[in-house]
């Protein structure tokens, strides 16, 4: 099964119904499929075959599902990639994963040139008119290339610039058995127009929004970005009846003057991060809305467990996992815990990763006995409920965005005035998260200075808004900083 076929499958049964729309932009079904086929000519033209990588730098805009399934249907890979990522980020991906390609958004041409300077990459822009008028130029390769469930599909990565870079392999399997279990657990049907808030080429909103999306023969209708008022206006104007979000966006629409009546909405769903009880219950007071917290990784495809209507919600928890999938809470042997008891949460079933690419010695670490080990701790109730306590990894989620610590750390570390530095998460009551950076220092510098040399070394959303200085930072008796201690110190000063 290539994922390309459900795209295929559904234009031949609903080909005049719509299936993306961006404001006045639309395309049906049949235009989707017409034009990935197209897509795919086009890259075969360029000699990318079977098992090449394409990388993908687009926002959320209906060129992207274009070129998505248009990579997918000649059986290559497409590597999705953040549009906001600077040079150096983009260099590390494409350096790892080597793709034939970079299509990306003609607003970001010089970074993702300057990214893939001295690489066999070559770039193609996808200028809005433009490339458009170039594929109607083109035949369509009709097409699909056949793929096996495990062929690797798509390529996501969740690590920094420095050191490796860790690509999840997701194959053709994970995608599709995902986007099929969210569509059925949701009802997803021809009726649903679903909100495509959630950036696309994330795993989140890939399987939820997207390939969900096409797998029910719903409607997708795109935000570039999200703002509370403007995602209003789309709800009402497009008859939403689906909302999928992180925690920040619901905490956004309920400081929000005009949200009023959000009665269309038939179901939300937020993932992401641990939702704050107290939005919970303020979305359900303020708009009669239940909002079903559920709960993944990107190397879960994503969805691994998710609250569902009348009595499969428990308020506070990730849920049960999903049709197909187990998960457990295993203590530091890989032994199961009692129930109630804290563990790092496990999970085994079709959305489990292929691997890291190439990195054999990580999918070994991460992957044991048939379980993927999250690093997240965790406990379950009698009922099979999950609760997520607490992250074991260093990972800051800052507005639904990921932050690897050690990332900004080596930029930092890059500042011939930092002598150590130690980044964390503090409390935030509308990100959930901020970024913030304890440093000692070789010669002084100031915080804003700082500030301004990650920034320009990384994605907008990584740097760190607080910075402070330290004469030591606390250790550990083998020599390792205790983010546990500044994190302390920093949420008391």
């Known amino acids: 099964m290539n994922l390309a076929d459900r795209l295929h499958t559904a234009a031949d049964r609903l080909g005049g119904r719509t299936v993306v729309t961006l404001d006045d932009e639309a395309l049906t079904y049949g235009a989707l499929d017409l034009m990935s086929a197209r897509v795919a000519a086009l890259l075969r033209r360029r000699g990318i075959g079977v098992g090449d990588r394409v990388a993908v ?26 549009p906001l990522l600077r040079r150096r980020e983009i260099a590390a991906y494409v350096g790892d994963c ?81 986007a099929a279990a969210v569509a059925r657990m949701h009802a997803l049907g021809v009726d649903d127009v679903v909100l495509g808030a959630l950036p696309l080429y994330h795993a989140f909103g890939q399987t939820c929004s997207l390939n969900a999306t096409v797998q029910a023969g719903a409607r997708l209708t795109l935000l ?29 629409l309920l400081d929000h003057p005009g949200a009023s009546d959000l009665s269309l909405l038939r179901i939300l769903v937020s993932g992401g991060a641990a939702l704050p009880l107290d939005v919970l219950r303020a979305f359900q007071t303020r708009f009669g809305c239940s909002i079903m917290e559920g709960y993944g990784l990107s190397e879960t495809s994503p969805v691994a467990s998710s609250n569902r209507g009348r009595n499969g919600t428990r308020p506070g928890s990730i849920g049960r996992p999903i049709k197909d999938v187990e998960m457990k809470v295993v203590d530091e042997d890989d032994g199961d815990v009692p129930t109630g008891h804290i563990g790092e949460i496990v999970i085994r079933g079709p959305n489990v990763m292929k691997g890291y690419w190439n990195n054999p010695a990580a999918t070994a670490e991460a992957i044991r006995d048939g379980w993927f080990h999250t690093g997240d701790l965790g406990r379950v109730d009698d009922d099979g409920f999950f609760f997520l306590v607490d992250r074991r990894r260093d990972v ?53 200075e700082l500030q301004a040399f990650v920034k320009e070394r990384v994605a907008a959303y990584k740097y760190p808004r607080h910075v402070s200085f330290a004469d030591e930072l606390p250790m550990s008796p083998t020599g390792k900083i205790l983010k546990r201690a500044i994190g302390t110190l920093t949420r008391h000063r």
């Open 224 to 252: 570039r970005r999200f703002e509370a008022g403007r995602a209003l206006e789309v709800i009402r104007r497009d008859g939403v009846t689906v909302f999928q979000g992180v925690p920040t966006m619901y905490i956004a």
């Open 98 to 178: 080597g793709p034939r390609l970079l299509i990306a958004w003609h607003a970001f041409a010089e970074t993702a040139e300057a990214g893939t300077a001295g690489t066999l990459t070559d770039c193609f822009f996808v200028v809005p008119g433009e490339f458009q008028r170039l594929l109607r130029r083109l035949a369509a390769d009709l097409d699909v290339t056949p793929r096996a469930d495990g062929e690797t599909a798509v390529i996501h990565y969740t690590s920094g610039t420095t050191g490796r870079a860790k690509g999840i392999e997701l194959t053709h399997g994970n995608l599709g058995g995902n």
């Open 396 to 448: 800051i989620i800052r507005g639904g965005y990921t932050v690897y610590p050690r990332e900004v750390e080596e930029v930092l570390y890059e500042h011939p005035a930092v002598r150590q530095a130690a980044v964390i998460g503090v409390p935030h009551p509308e990100l959930g998260e901020e970024i913030a950076a304890v440093v000692t220092l070789r010669t002084p510098v100031e915080a804003d």
């Open 57 to 82: 730098m687009l926002p959320n805009v209906p060129e992207f599902a274009v070129v998505y399934y248009g990579v997918l249907r000649i059986g290559a890979v497409v590597v999705p990639l953040d």
